[in-house]
């Protein structure tokens, strides 16, 4: 059994009674106290101001990638549904950022699906693969602008976790060349893409769990995310969310609680950053 948690919104330090609450809900109570004994660094009193940031997490599709994911549920609503309804609108509120099997379930309703619970699993699969489709025939490809600004985070020498729920991120980030002759994928400190968690976004577990696998405080983190449910989960990890509008839908990720809201991540002051501080360049 996992236990419904309510994460306060402000971003004042957890008290340890706090943080194993909130691994309990993460975690479950078997694994719980490993993992509060993993983060126990993290809990210590610091002198450093909580506003500081340290580190970094990325979402891949949307933030990092240009993937073929929208494409392949739009596709593979054939036989189930008018795919012409399904908008970049939709699959952004809708979709993005979510599990599979949930993210399937949500789009049948917003199209008013019969039974969209039971059909759920099929278009679900059936979007699997389309997209594995997509992928083969080279589909997918790196926004150059991330591509730039994960370099810029690395040579701060901060520490940097990739986290989504989706279970094809790392074969897509892995086809990525870096000039370096490394691929995306090995860049990153901490993966956590795909993991099988009780909850998905807006829950924050999965950026939780980045946050533990990086040995930092959620505090110390910014999440750079594309998806409404994704900004969503950075505010209630209490990490500071930072908006990528690549579709026209701003909007939706100010109303979600990003702190900034970016069209490109060339926007970010690279400067502030290294001082702990998320914010946009000066014109």
């Known amino acids: 059994m996992v236990v419904a948690l309510s994460i306060p919104q402000s971003r004042e330090r957890l008290s340890r009674e706090d943080w194993f609450r909130i691994l309990l809900g993460v975690f479950g109570k078997s694994r719980a106290k490993g993992n509060y004994m993993i983060t126990r660094e993290l809990l210590a009193p610091r002198s450093v101001q909580v506003e500081t940031l340290t580190a970094a997490i990325f979402d ?56 969209a619970a039971g059909q759920a699993a099929a278009y ?48 897509m980030m892995q086809s990525i060349c870096l000039g370096s002759g490394q691929s995306l994928l090995n860049v990153f400190r901490a993966n956590v893409c795909g993991r099988d968690l009780p909850r998905g976004k807006p829950d924050p577990a999965i950026f939780l769990l980045a946050a533990s696998e990086l040995h930092v ?9 594309d998806a409404p449910a994704g900004i969503e989960a950075a505010c209630a990890g209490r990490m500071e969310g930072l908006g990528v509008a690549r579709k026209d839908d701003a909007a939706g990720l100010r109303t979600a609680g990003a702190k900034i809201v970016v069209t490109s991540l060339d926007e970010i002051a690279v400067d502030e950053l290294a001082e702990g501080c998320l914010r946009r360049q000066l014109a």
């Open 217 to 225: 405080d959620p505090l110390h983190c910014f999440v750079a995310e």
């Open 124 to 171: 679900a699969e059936c979007k699997q693969k389309r997209l594995e489709e997509l992928i083969a025939e080279g589909h997918v490809k790196a926004f150059p602008d991330a591509l730039r600004f994960v370099q810029a985070v690395a040579d701060l020498g901060w520490p940097m976790a990739v986290a989504s729920s989706s279970k094809n991120a790392n074969g």
């Open 60 to 115: 891949v599709d949307g933030v990092l990638l240009a993937s073929p994911h929208e494409r392949a549920w739009r596709e593979a609503l054939r036989g189930f549904a008018d795919s012409e309804r399904f908008t970049t609108a939709m699959y952004q509120a809708e979709v993005a950022g979510k599990p599979r099997l949930r993210g399937a379930r949500a789009a049948l309703e917003a199209l008013g699906v019969p039974d």
